[in-house]
């Protein structure tokens, strides 16, 4: 079956540092991948997506590239901000599901100090 | 509505007793999905509804877990003499389409914590 993997957290960065969150996948149909983040207290929301090999999504300065020969997806930020602070999700949906439901990893956390 | 809205944002109940959640998906989307997420994150996928038909209920739990989405009234997700272990947080998430269309976005609400004691 479907299944999602990522770095274990937390991860803990001093504001202004450079953020990676790897994420690696395995499906098996050709699927779309996304990163969701939840805020303390709040639901989740969509971050970004990618749909097709090296495609790039992009969203408040985060990145991520789709990267089919390495199954991995994996989440990237120059500079981040102590509001940055929340849980990471990397998610993808398969196909072979209709696209229809998402497979989450298990979340990272990251925190950030001034 | 331009947003997923889950009542009641809190709930607590005794072991045995009945828990039922509610769903109001954004207005237009044809589906909606439950996600319980457990401690350490977890999510894991419940049940989902294109508009009042079950789609997918391959993560439902078939003793005592039950959904519906009636037309004109909120989704619902009961849980029958719950157990310390459905204490979890219950999303409901929604989308404008569901099968076939790469990329599809699924939009979550806020979640309802529910807390078995």
């Known amino acids: 079956g479907d299944s999602v993997t990522q770095m274990e957290g937390p991860v803990t960065l001093s504001e202004e540092a450079f953020l990676t969150i790897n994420c690696t996948y395995t499906?098996?149909?050709?699927?779309?991948l996304f990163w969701y983040v939840q805020y303390p207290g709040e639901g989740l929301q969509l971050l970004l997506k990618a749909t097709k090999a090296d495609d790039k999504g992009s969203n408040k300065g985060f990145e991520a590239t789709y990267r089919k020969e390495t199954t991995s997806f994996h989440l990237e930020k120059g500079s981040v901000q102590v509001s940055d602070s929340a849980v990471y999700f990397c998610a993808l949906s398969d196909p072979n599901s209709g696209y229809s439901t998402l497979t989450f990893g298990k979340g990272t956390m990251l925190l950030v100090s001034p | 509505g331009e947003e997923v809205a889950q009542t009641p944002k809190h709930l607590v109940r005794g072991e045995g007793q009945k828990a039922k959640l509610y769903c109001a998906p954004i207005k237009g989307h044809s589906y909606v999905f439950w996600y319980q997420q457990v401690l350490k994150n977890e999510f894991k996928f419940l049940i989902s509804f294109q508009n009042e038909n079950v789609f997918d209920e391959t993560g439902m739990p078939k003793e005592r877990f039950s959904a519906k989405c009636l037309p004109n009234s909120p989704c619902s997700l009961e849980i029958q003499a719950t157990k310390l272990e459905d204490s979890a947080v219950y999303f409901c998430a929604s989308s404008p389409t569901g099968q076939g269309i790469s990329g599809n976005t699924i939009y979550f609400g806020e979640g309802s914590w529910l807390t078995v004691v």
């Open positions: 499906a098996t149909g050709y699927p779309s």
